[in-house]
């Protein structure tokens, strides 16, 4: 197992079911026995991250692969059960009786992991670790807890959303922290920028946040802080600060993306464009990966 430097982390971005190149990309690190000492996710991030501390490989690309259809885990049913559009209840649940998550390995990880939650009061980030909150889990399903489509997650008696709605990817975080190696998997290629939210989006935010206001502003300030994020992370990425492995060409699956292969397509590009990155990943990290 190649030795990381202990000042690294591993930063995922979400997007539905454009994790599905993340799942991709880590999947190659499982198998290569590559694990960074820290790791920070957000939404999508953060359900691909728990199977990489699990070291469980494959995991998740079968779960969105053979399950993608099932009411439970996405439809109907997970509404009536969840009160949300995702059945995290059935994905932690009776699902993980099927495809196993290994707990014990997960549990007994030494590996730091964060999960990004939004306060619905605040409209802030806040950061979950693993072994210092309450439910680390529920936390995990709250940073994946996308607005419109889902209830907010009380956790200690507060309200949280999609951590992607205050914060797309943890760079100040993991700054402020002190990390000096930091590595993004991001699930845009590079050049993406949000368009403007439209007034469609306005009205829908407004008939279900107007009494959330500082949350409300997060949603109508999201596509400006997110182009900003990707300004700062382009000089970072060229100055040698950060290495970013993203899609190398647009994303072409939706946020409920029904086409299994267009899931599998992205799994495979995540799986080959780690790979083809793994020697610069390397030098970065000043490692031989």
């Known amino acids: ?25 880590l999947d190659v690190l499982m198998e290569k026995d ?12 953060g359900l691909n991250a728990v199977n990489y ?3 469980q490989p494959g995991r998740s690309a ?25 059945g995290f209840r059935y994905l932690f649940g009776s699902l993980a009786e099927k495809e196993p998550f290994d707990y014990e390995t997960f549990n007994a990880s030494t590996q730091r992991l ?11 980030p806040e950061y979950f670790e693993k072994g210092h909150c309450s439910d680390f889990i529920r936390a995990v399903i709250a940073s994946a807890s996308m607005p419109l489509c889902s209830l907010p997650v009380k956790i200690d008696g507060k309200p949280y959303l999609d951590g992607g709605c205050s914060c797309s ?22 050049g993406y920028r949000k368009p403007v939210t439209s007034q469609r989006m306005v009205d829908l935010y407004s008939d279900f946040y107007a009494s959330h206001p500082r949350f409300f502003a ?44 267009k899931l599998l397509t992205l799994i495979n590009e995540g799986r080959e464009e780690a790979r083809e990155a793994l020697p610069a990943m390397g030098r970065y990290l000043g490692v031989e990966l």
């Not at 960074?36 to 996710?41: E, I, S, Y």
């Not at 053979?66 to 559009?85: E, I």
């Not at 964060?114 to 802030?124: E, K």
Request: aromatic fraction near 8%; proline fraction near 6%; charge should be positive.
């Open 1 to 25: 197992m190649p030795e990381l430097p202990k000042n690294s982390v591993l930063l995922l971005e979400g997007g539905s079911f454009r994790g599905c190149y993340t799942s991709g990309a």
């Open 34 to 45: 590559i694990y960074f000492p820290a790791v920070a996710a957000v939404s999508a991030g």
């Open 53 to 55: 501390l699990a070291r």
């Open 62 to 86: 079968r779960i969105n692969l053979c399950y993608r259809h099932d009411p439970r885990y996405m439809g109907p049913l997970a509404v009536l059960r969840n009160r949300g559009v995702v």
């Open 114 to 124: 964060v999960s990004v939650v939004t306060n619905v009061n605040t409209g802030r």
């Open 169 to 190: 990817i943890p760079l100040d975080w993991a700054l402020e922290q002190g990390f000096e190696h930091i590595v993004v998997v991001a699930t845009q290629a590079k």
């Open 218 to 261: 997060s949603l109508l300030t999201m596509d400006l802080r997110y182009n900003a994020l990707m300004d700062r992370m382009d000089q970072l990425e060229a100055e040698g600060r950060i290495f970013v492995l993203r899609p190398g060409r647009p994303v072409d699956v939706g946020r409920f993306e029904g086409d299994t292969n």
